[in-house]
C-alpha cells in the first residue's frame, strides 16, 4: 500500500503546512508530497526542511520537480506563468 | 571534459542570473550549478525555468538538491538557519 498525500503551499505562515505534512503522515500516509507556485516556492524548501530537521529525521527526499504553470487571470484574458516546485517527501521504513 | 559553473542567485533581477548562465554555458560549460538561499530560492527556480522555455529548450535538469546552511550573524554571536536549493542545469549532447 502506498498512500499519498499533497500539501500545497500558499499564503499562510510555515508551521500550518509542517503541521499539515506531519498530520498526514501520522494518519496512514507514506509519501507527502510538497507543491508551492511562485514566491511560496522558498516557504515549501522551508516547510521541508523544517520537518526534516525537527520532527522526522528519518525522512527522505524521494524526488524534487520544478516547471512552469499557466494561471489564468481573474479578468478571464489571457494568463501569466509562475514557476512551481514539487517536493516528496518518504517516511524511511525500519528494518526490522 | 566535464567544466562546471557556479551561479548564486541573490538580489539582482532575475535575468542578470539567466545571462549569466547563458554566458557560462557559452564559454564551454557543460553543467551550470544555480544556488540560491532564503528568499531567493523562488528566484532561483525562475531563472532556470526561463532558461529552459525561452533560451535553451534542450537543456536539461540534472539534479536540485534542498537543505540547510548555518549563516553566521554579522555580530558574531551566534548564526541562523536558512533554507538553500542548488539545481543543476546540464546541456544536453546531440546525438549525430
Known sequence: MSKEAEIFVGKKPPMNYVLACLTAFHEGAN???VKARGQSISKAVDVVE????KF???AEIKNIDI???EIP???GQGSRRASSISIKLGKVKKVK
Open 31 to 33: 509519501e507527502v508530497v
Open 50 to 53: 523544517v520537518i526534516r530537521r
Open 56 to 58: 522526522m529525521p528519518d
Open 67 to 69: 516547471g512552469t504553470e
Open 73 to 75: 487571470l481573474k479578468d
